[in-house]
């Protein structure tokens, strides 16, 4: 469900979003967005006018450092939770921290390093179990009697964000054509200005622009999201038995499902 708040370009509600067994998802309960660094004054009211009451940052501490989220005035608690694996999360380290320009060397070996969408959230899964039933664990634990539905980010809100909505949909029992679209959505949500600069940015480090790094950087294609849950049917069984493998229980699972599905 979309919503506008002024100073970003991927935020929405995941509410409305068709169940395989009949029905939506509740609205006011998970929602997803861009980094919170753009806020504007009105959208920082806008933000504080909703009900969330917990903003669970995915972005690396180097990202967190060069972008800091604005924040509504009252009360909100924030999460850190950085999933960024491999080859990605090294690359983003030594982006924002290195003193100089990257040689001509160091720009292939970086090209080269440069994994596709599906081997990204593979690498994510493998390793985010634990962070990703986290935030399970916090969207379980809201009440529809104060502020404390759920918003997770990080930089664009599309890979990291997607992957972690997208389990938690799934495993609540979404429709997974609908989880898909939900993901799919991102990449018009962040055309124009949002695109244009990431990818301006991108070209000042000197790295090539290949159709490749366009779809890591801006894109969000249906396959790319379908093939992660895919490893996680075939691994698992489930998004549910992947977030149990996460240490999520039983109790704590059937919260979950009632916070997203009533």
């Known amino acids: 469900m979309s ?19 009949g029905g939506v998802t509740r609205s006011g309960v998970l929602f997803r967005s861009d980094a919170l660094g753009a806020l504007t004054d009105a959208g920082l009211t806008a933000l504080g006018e ?11 501490p180097e990202e967190r450092a060069a972008a800091p989220d ?23 380290k030594e982006a924002f921290s290195a003193p100089a320009p990257p040689t001509p060397a160091q720009l292939a ?3 080269a390093k440069i994994p596709t969408l599906e081997q990204l959230y593979i690498g994510m899964l493998q390793h985010g179990a634990d962070a990703f039933a986290a935030v399970a664990r916090l969207v379980s634990a809201g009440t529809d009697d104060r502020p404390s539905a759920v918003l997770v980010h990080c ?12 389990l938690l949909l799934d495993a609540v029992g979404a429709d997974r054509d609908a989880v898909v679209a939900d993901y799919a959505s991102s990449e018009q949500n962040l055309a124009g200005d949002w695109a244009d600069g990431m990818l301006r940015m991108v070209a000042s480090f000197g790295i090539p622009l290949t159709p490749a790094l366009k779809t890591l950087v801006v894109a969000t294609p249906p396959g790319a999201i379908r093939a992660a849950l895919d490893w996680v049917d075939a691994t698992h ?3 549910a038995g992947y ?4 240490g999520m229980t039983e109790p704590e699972f059937a919260a979950l499902r009632t916070r997203l599905t009533g």
């Open 109 to 111: 070996d970086m090209a």
């Open 50 to 60: 909703t009900p969330i009451g917990v903003v669970v940052d995915f972005r690396t």
């Open 155 to 166: 930089t664009a809100g599309k890979d990291r964000t997607g992957v972690a909505t997208a």
């Open 243 to 246: 977030l149990r493998s996460g």
């Open 70 to 92: 604005r924040l509504p005035a009252r009360a909100m608690e924030t999460v850190e939770l950085s999933i960024l694996e491999g080859a990605m999360a090294q690359m983003a």
């Open 3 to 21: 919503v506008t708040i002024e100073g970003l370009h991927n935020f929405r509600d995941t509410g409305g979003i068709a169940l395989a067994e």
């Open 237 to 239: 069984g489930s998004a």
